[in-house]
């Protein structure tokens, strides 16, 4: 298929200093948990995104200084020669498919504990350390040592260009690196050459990029990444002022200007919380001030919208961390006319809470990313069939449509049968609570792909009972029929049913996401699994009038959402919305109306009227499969070789794990896996001691 003319325009190739971009597909900066502790997993990953089209592919950051050590995390470094060689090997397989590689240069400054180099941290003023609050504190940087900060950085880019990258990116965003620490009036009370006025704040961050353009700006693209506005009003950077005004006194210094808005909570916020292209209100100045092309992150994935930001002036490349991450190829399915197939990323940002867990990436969309190299996963390619087998899959929720997509791009012959009335199960129930509605794509994207497949049948309004299934004739059977919630609150905290937690006292999330409404006028929402659906149901509920008190044992509501960076903007939704929260509380009884509670600290009992809704733990649908192993013998009898149970009904978890295991039952379909064995290829050791 030829594609649309309308978008010849993202096909351009675009000048950034001294190199070219091959066209406006820039893939942003983005963490993924791997960098240089999975240095192989780090390279094939980025190989894959140039691979699938994306003109320019960068580094996520890149740590250029033993004083600016993030351990935890797992980024990529800088520090010395030692860290050329794995960076060279990203390079080599950014440029096998004639795309530029970048690397962004970055120095948390005072954030990081140095936990792992016991260097003593540096800032532009003394200051405790922020992050995860080590008792630590950064010292404020004299001259001598901004002079060392200036060289450390040259020399970085000097390996850099060593390494082979095109370009470099220089970094003062997410309210954590030195250059924005220095820029911001909140961090620097200098009275010396550097701080006061904006001038002199911004004088750190002028200097690097000048030094950086001096060095290898004859043959490298040296690219300004600038936080513009820091969301919080006159506390803060704003784009009409001081962001602005930055912009205009450098506008002609860097080679590009990828411009977004401060910090990574704001600048990367989910769906719930911002729709595609939130930060072009904030960015939009920046190509009126500067000749020079501008980037900018959006979470786009419709070439619409994107040939549209570029024709209203507003950049010139399409940034995007989290779209190629969904899908690497989204370039080449618009440039071969296939934009249909685009895997659009749902904005739940579990991407970035691997990283923020210190973990290696994984994507609700695309159940490859990370497994490029590990398990040779290919996002667009998979082994042809290798038996006539005919494969029964039992339930359409995000593991039977992945296992049903994946089996049937092999060749399979595969039925999928569904007891609802509508595909997509949880992600179906989910993306109708308020504000989740991107979520499904998860769904769409899957039933898309299946939809002109004639070996693939979907059946809805098929719920499958053991005899059904021995008497359909498949050769293998999966299981994805899917979890449920526990109405009797046992989870973390609770490990007995709480006395009274009987329907209509208490409703589970599926309860009320089957329609199912509490009687009265409040409600208690008991919330010990930390994650999104117990705020879904506060959200929900206070929205449709009811009194809600959310009590969690958590030390704040939502805690786990911290990592996909949701914790504050959900916090601030639900006090908004007239939420009482109690935190570190637990429910001990339900009894005439009343929701009995204990504050764990104090032991102090705490009542409110109402039905309980406990968002704790969920129990898997297995009553299926129990039934199918019950006769081992029967299935023989059935002709059915194998039957798997996949996603939720396996183990309940979040939905990527559930895309996952569907992924993964349809490669290993008639493959031989060794049960003692590691699935997956590990790192390789290169030990100075030990032998
Ligand atoms: P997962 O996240 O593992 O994909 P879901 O709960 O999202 O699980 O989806 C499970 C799906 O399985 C639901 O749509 C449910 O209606 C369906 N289902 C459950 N039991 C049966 C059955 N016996 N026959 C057919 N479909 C079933
Ligand atoms: Fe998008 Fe979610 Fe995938 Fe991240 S994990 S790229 S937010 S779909």
Redo the contacts with the bound molecule.
Sequence with gaps: MSRDPRYDILFEPIRIGPVTAPNRFYQAPHCNGMGRLFPDSMIAMRGMKAEGGWGIVATEQCDFHPTGDVQPFTETRLWGDMDVPYLAGMVNAVHKHGSLAAVELVHNGQDTGNIYSREVPIGPVHRPVTWLNHPVQARAMDLSDIRAYRRWHRNAALRARKAGFDIVVVYAGHDGTMPSHFLSRRHNQRSDEYGGSLENRLRLYRELLQDTLEAVGDTMGVVARFAVDEMMGPNGLEWQNEGRDAIEMMAEMPDMWDVNVSDWENDSM?SRFAPEGYQEDYIAFVKQVSSKPVAAVGRYTSPDTMVSAIKRGLVDMICAA??S??DPFLPNKIRDGHADDIRE????????AWNNISAPI?????PT?GEEWRKDWHPEQIAPKSTESHVLVVGAGPAGLEAAHQLGKRGYRVTLAEAGSQAGGRVSRESALPNLNAWSRVRDYRLGQIAPMANVDLYLNSELSPKDVLEFGADHVAIATGSTWRRDGIGRHVRAPIPGSEFPYALSPDDIMDGKRPEGASVVVFDDDHFYMGSMMADLLVGEGYQVTLATPGLCVSSWTEHTLEQQHIEKRLVSLGVEILPRHSVVELGGGVVEMVNLVTGESVKRPGVLVPVTMRLPNDALYDALMDGPDRLKTAGIKSVRRIGDCYGPATI?AAVYEGHRYARELDTEIDPDGVPFKTVKYDLELGG
Aim: hydrophobic share 35%; net charge positive; aromatic share 0%.
């Design positions: 989910t989290r779209p991450i969904a990323c749902i904005g739940c940002n579990i991407c970035a994984r994507c609700t969309q695309n990313m990527a």
